[in-house]
């Protein structure tokens, strides 16, 4: 057997460039500016198919949005303006709109059913739709309500001390909409870990009274929402391809454009960091309540 060493000899990568728009940012933008009373804008909205999955299911309640190409426009009356839906709402492939959304339809005094592609409807929803029956939501579905289809029958909901049983920021995510809109107390969620925050940081962006120790959030109930205008930043995990790329090419020096650099995202420039990798942050912005860029 023989074996050839392979050369690696491109010219170096140099120049500006932005990516797309943050997916997890993207959702929350859409879910939050729908419960928020007023109109808010969204600008470089990542329209993939997951994140359409949560403009359709907010259309389906009845609220306003009207996109053009990556910018979003939200035309809401709040949270009591939504409505029940008179079909079922398709999620798509879209975990992160079934997780959260779970949330929401929770405190809502209606009946609602979800549905999702053949892959979604073998993702497991216990682990969200758990602590909500606890909060007192009524909950059923496949599998011993675990799976998709599901059908939600919400209303008033208690608050509660959740404890993830595993990392997950879409749960956590879920319960702290659900305690949003619960109908009293504080309800708090104590991460072992801590996860990606982006539903603290734009929660507190549209106005919720949210407070932040370590490890554990905790959100007052029955709050209102207020529209605010969203720049979703470039998604890091886009980001990092051309990263690795400069990183693994010999005198590259690239600038990449309003991506985001939450704490809670930014391993893989940490990683490089680590390797030798000279990472530079020329310019730091924070927007949408602590999104940092």
Do not use: W
């Not at 299911?57 to 939200?74: D, H, L, P, Y």
């Not at 492939?93 to 209606?110: D, K, Q």
Request: glycine share 10%.
């Amino acid at each position: 057997m023989t074996s050839k060493i392979l050369s690696y000899n491109q010219p170096a990568l140099s120049g500006k460039i932005s990516v797309p728009g943050d997916k997890s940012i993207s959702h929350r933008a859409v879910m939050f500016g729908s419960l928020a009373k007023g109109q808010t804008n969204i600008s470089n909205f990542l329209a993939g198919e997951d994140c359409l999955s949560t403009i359709g299911a907010f259309e389906a309640m009845g609220v306003s949005i009207k996109r053009n190409e990556n910018t979003v426009c939200i035309d809401s009356e709040g949270i009591d303006g939504l409505k029940e839906p008179i079909q079922p709402i398709n999620l798509g492939n879209s975990g992160t709109t079934a997780r959260l959304l779970l949330g929401i339809l929770a405190g809502l005094p209606y009946h609602f059913t979800l549905f999702g592609d053949e892959s979604l409807s073998k993702r497991p929803m216990d682990r969200i739709a758990n602590p909500l029956r606890e909060m007192g939501a009524i909950i059923d579905g496949r599998d011993h309500g675990r799976l998709l289809p599901m059908s939600v029958r919400g209303g008033e909901l208690s608050s509660i001390h959740f404890k993830p049983p595993v990392k997950s920021a879409q749960v956590k995510s879920g319960v702290l909409l659900a305690g949003l809109l619960s109908s009293d107390g504080v309800t708090t969620v104590e991460e072992e870990t801590k996860t990606r925050d982006h539903t603290e940081n734009m929660l507190k962006a549209f106005g919720a009274q949210i407070d932040i120790e370590g490890n554990t959030v905790r959100i007052k109930g029955n709050q209102k929402l207020y529209a605010c205008d969203i720049e979703v930043p470039g998604d890091i995990s886009s980001a990092a391809f051309f990263l690795v790329a400069a990183a693994l090419t010999k005198n590259s020096n690239i600038t990449i454009e309003n991506v985001g650099l939450n704490s809670t995202r930014t391993g893989i420039i940490d990683v490089l960091k680590l390797m030798g990798v000279t990472i530079e942050v020329v310019e730091k912005r924070t927007i949408g309540g602590g999104i940092n860029r």
